[in-house]
């Protein structure tokens, strides 16, 4: 118990120097694939992806409600203008049947443990297993 605890956290310190690397290196967020299989389905070019129903504001209501459209956008937009409003992008299988990646603020990451921690721990326990991608350079970091 004691020797996996260790793991986790040795882990936890590289993940963390990765996300304060990519940060200072300009990237606003990450894409972590569930797998290498779903990335290929999706055509291996996060540049070229193109994300279905992505809410987009347009602007305020005089409410001070958000409002908006639905629309088609590249996958590092998509993930950006999610972002304006929750701090995780969900990208769906391209048979819409499961996760494929997920997508995190990397000011997020860095300004909430918890976000953090919940990131790591998809990747120690295997629900992503990668690759990691930066956005927006759509570089793989990891």
Excluded at 18 to 42: D, P
Aim: charged share 25%; proline share 3%.
């Amino acid at each position: 118990m004691e020797k996996q605890k260790d793991m986790l956290t040795s882990s936890y310190e590289d993940f963390r120097n990765l996300v304060k690397t990519a940060h200072q290196s300009g990237e606003h967020s990450l894409l972590i694939w569930k797998n290498e299989e779903e990335r290929a389905n999706w055509g291996n070019n996060e540049e070229k992806m193109i994300v279905q129903g992505v809410w987009v504001k347009e602007g305020i209501g005089s409410d001070s409600e958000p409002y908006g459209q639905w629309a088609n956008m590249e996958l590092p937009y998509a993930m950006k203008n999610v972002f304006e409003y929750t701090g995780q992008f969900k990208l769906a299988s391209v048979k819409g049947n499961g996760l494929a990646a997920m997508g995190f603020k990397i000011d997020n990451l860095l300004a909430n443990e918890g976000h953090m921690m919940f990131a790591h721990r998809s990747l120690f326990f295997k629900h992503l297993r990668g690759p990691i991608i930066s956005i927006p350079s759509c570089k793989v970091i990891g």
